[in-house]
């Protein structure tokens, strides 16, 4: 086929379709609109090919198979999220016979949803209208046949999900799955009476009304899980649900307006849904996000209580840092003590783990500050602060939490380093003084401090690693929280009466309470514990260049190992090495702040872009008060101040 300027001529050894999908297929986003009202004037101005055209209409809507594509298309077909994603993964390697559906696979010889894809977006509504009233005028009745058939096995199908257990829980409302029962009878119905020939306009406005009923059930099962907690069994059933309703009421639609016309509208959107459809990742993407989102909901909460808002909070943190300080102090002694037992690999890390699972609950346990833990909670928190703030006062209060977030980072990092660089050294010396027991051989002192150089071995690699440890135990704390919401997990535990009998009514309703606000931090925390002891047996067993590198930790051993090398050490070590630690923290923050900030914002749907005076407010908050990012002001920052 090729065009004039005003005419367009069709080869007659040639489908007709196939023609048409590509002149569509080869126009410019720019000219596509005038190209089309180009190929609609040729076809009106050619009476015999304009005939041809709908001969190949109808051939193809008598296929069998458009009611199955109707009622499947782009809607999951397995009864499970993990089957499904499965199957989309198997098909992806392995594609379905095309024979199984025989409209569907006249459809995919006549268009390659991929490469098709981006003109079916660009097709306008009044494009549209024109092409339908052009070719469709005269057709026979079998698509609106299988529109009725679908719309039966639509309606059987929602009724069937209603019942499904993870759904019936969600809301409190007894019989809540009658809707849906009902729902399938007045389709039934509706059926019956189009089927006999007969007016039924008070069914369609019955089906019309108690389909947008059961679609608000959805969205309010949905949106509880916001007090219930989110499952992905849930959620894929809820998606599942969601895409049958806009199908069926799509079909509704068309039924209502008796014109197949309003078929091919439908079709134009299967088969960009089609196109879609077929990414696994798209389908993980949208099945997970309400799970994604409910894990950084909760890590937003706990990410509330790491931000200094004025200067008293601000010595809270000082005087919490230091408290951690104290206890990794111990814990690095304690990891050096078990390496010079000489453990075999595998015990070795066991015991790596559950010191620093120790350590880390000890540090919840009294309410201390651990630097590197914040940046996975106030990543999600400072994510919730920028949903939907588009106003300018909204953007300042924005610029301000991040300015608490950075001198809250920063004073639980000094404070942290305050205790932890001398006081290892202390230790060190006291052993050897008061016990004469030495932590490290000189050769393994001075392996500790070469491991921490920043380009002289893989610390910055190995800081790299432990900012995504640090990032997965947070995910880890936030699923935790959910799950526990989720299975009702405290409320079960103070019904159960086998553990009243063993440690009383009051001590049960003490501990369910206490796993409903610390589950999550108790479960991140000895997950992170395991994380960093198993990471270089890891690496031994692999031959990887696997480990980690925690600031904390690192200055810690650095101190402890300095005491017994002094006099070995070179200046330029003792310059150098310093200036890497902070390096190795200066990794594990931003890891862990970008994996769980990325998270955060994709879980919310947020487009930082749509939002560029952000950084002229930021950049103007940073030049008037700079000390705010470092330094929390006396009194605290009001937004007012910052016009």
């Known amino acids: 086929m090729n065009s004039a300027e005003q005419y367009v001529h069709f080869d007659r050894e040639k489908t007709y379709l196939s023609q048409i999908v590509l002149f569509m297929r080869e126009c410019s986003a720019e000219n596509q609109s005038e190209r089309t009202h180009q190929l609609i004037a040729s076809i009106r101005q050619q009476p015999q090919v304009l005939q041809l055209i709908r001969r190949e209409i109808q051939l193809l809507v008598q296929e069998d198979g458009l009611d199955q594509l109707l009622y499947t298309s782009d809607i999951p077909r397995k009864s499970s999220f993990w089957s499904e994603l499965f199957s989309k993964m198997r098909q992806r390697i392995l594609p379905r016979l095309k024979s199984d559906n025989a409209f569907r696979y006249r459809l995919l010889q006549l268009m390659d949803f991929d490469v098709d894809a981006s003109w079916l977006k660009r097709v306008r509504r009044e494009d549209l209208h024109d092409f339908n009233t052009l070719l469709f005028s005269g057709t026979d009745s079998r698509a609106l046949t299988a529109v009725l058939d679908a719309i039966s096995v639509l309606s059987y199908r929602l009724a069937a999900l209603s019942s499904e257990e993870e759904l019936v829980i969600r809301l409190k409302k007894e019989k809540h799955h009658y809707l849906f029962f009902e729902m399938q009878q007045k389709c039934t119905a509706l059926i019956e009476k189009l089927a006999a020939g007969e007016k039924a306009d008070h069914l369609f406005e019955e089906c019309w009304e108690v389909t947008l009923l059961c679609k608000n059930h959805f969205e309010e099962v949905k949106k509880a899980a916001d007090i219930q907690g989110a499952n992905v069994q849930t959620s894929f059933l809820l998606t599942k649900g969601m895409a049958m309703i806009k199908r069926l009421r799509c079909l509704l639609k068309v039924l209502q307006k008796n014109n197949e016309q309003n078929i091919s509208e439908l079709l134009i959107a299967i088969a960009r849904e089609e196109q879609s459809g077929q990414h696994f990742f798209r389908f993980f993407k949208n099945n997970i996000q309400d799970l994604s989102y409910q894990i950084s909901e909760h890590k937003s909460h706990s990410g509330e209580h790491y931000i200094a808002p004025d200067r008293k909070a601000y010595g809270h943190f000082f005087t919490a840092a230091l408290g951690a300080g104290l206890i990794v102090s111990f814990l690095v002694f304690v990891k050096a003590w078990i390496h010079q037992i000489d453990l075999p690999p595998l015990w070795e890390a066991l015991f790596f783990s559950i010191n620093y699972a120790i350590g880390f609950l000890l540090i919840q346990f009294f309410h201390f500050?651990?630097?590197?833990?914040?940046?996975?909670?106030?990543?999600?928190?400072?994510?919730?602060?920028?949903?939907?703030?588009?106003?300018?006062?909204?953007?300042?209060?924005?610029?301000?939490?991040?300015?608490?977030?950075?001198?809250?980072?920063?004073?639980?990092?000094?404070?942290?380093?305050?205790?932890?660089?001398?006081?290892?050294?202390?230790?060190?010396?006291?052993?050897?003084?008061?016990?004469?027991?030495?932590?490290?051989?000189?050769?393994?002192?001075?392996?500790?401090?070469?491991?921490?150089?920043?380009?002289?071995?893989?610390?910055?690699?190995?800081?790299?690693?432990?900012?995504?440890?640090?990032?997965?135990?947070?995910?880890?704390?936030?699923?935790?929280?959910?799950?526990?919401?989720?299975?009702?997990?405290?409320?079960?535990?103070?019904?159960?009466?086998?553990?009243?009998?063993?440690?009383?009514?009051?001590?049960?309703?003490?501990?369910?309470?206490?796993?409903?606000?610390?589950?999550?931090?108790?479960?991140?925390?000895?997950?992170?514990?395991?994380?960093?002891?198993?990471?270089?047996?890891?690496?031994?067993?692999?031959?990887?260049?696997?480990?980690?590198?925690?600031?904390?930790?690192?200055?810690?051993?650095?101190?402890?190992?300095?005491?017994?090398?002094?006099?070995?050490?070179?200046?330029?070590?003792?310059?150098?090495?310093?200036?890497?630690?902070?390096?190795?923290?200066?990794?594990?923050?931003?890891?862990?702040?970008?994996?769980?900030?990325?998270?955060?914002?994709?879980?919310?749907?947020?487009?930082?872009?749509?939002?560029?005076?952000?950084?002229?407010?930021?950049?103007?908050?940073?030049?008037?008060?700079?000390?705010?990012?470092?330094?929390?002001p006396w009194r605290g920052r009001k937004k007012e101040d910052l016009s």
Not at 370 to 381: V, W
Not at 522 to 537: D, E, V, Y
Not at 552 to 578: E, K, R, W
Request: charge should be positive.
């Open 369 to 632: 500050t651990l630097a590197t833990k914040q940046p996975a909670m106030t990543a999600a928190s400072l994510a919730k602060d920028i949903t939907g703030k588009k106003e300018d006062n909204d953007l300042k209060e924005l610029a301000l939490t991040i300015a608490r977030v950075c001198h809250t980072q920063t004073i639980s990092f000094i404070g942290n380093l305050l205790v932890v660089f001398p006081l290892p050294f202390f230790f060190a010396w006291a052993m050897d003084y008061v016990f004469g027991y030495q932590l490290y051989s000189d050769q393994e002192a001075l392996n500790v401090i070469t491991n921490q150089h920043p380009w002289l071995s893989g610390a910055l690699w190995f800081a790299v690693i432990t900012g995504i440890y640090l990032f997965l135990s947070g995910l880890l704390a936030g699923y935790t929280d959910n799950r526990m919401i989720y299975s009702r997990v405290p409320e079960r535990i103070r019904q159960h009466n086998r553990l009243k009998q063993f440690i009383g009514k009051k001590n049960t309703h003490r501990f369910a309470n206490y796993l409903q606000h610390n589950a999550g931090s108790l479960a991140g925390n000895i997950a992170l514990g395991f994380f960093l002891g198993t990471a270089t047996f890891i690496g031994i067993i692999t031959g990887l260049p696997f480990d980690i590198r925690h600031i904390t930790f690192a200055a810690g051993s650095f101190s402890s190992a300095l005491y017994y090398v002094l006099d070995q050490v070179t200046l330029s070590q003792l310059i150098i090495i310093p200036i890497g630690i902070l390096l190795i923290g200066f990794v594990n923050f931003a890891t862990s702040f970008s994996l769980a900030f990325f998270i955060a914002i994709r879980s919310r749907g947020i487009v930082l872009l749509k939002n560029p005076r952000f950084l002229t407010i930021l950049w103007a908050y940073f030049r008037k008060y700079p000390f705010d990012f470092f330094i929390a």
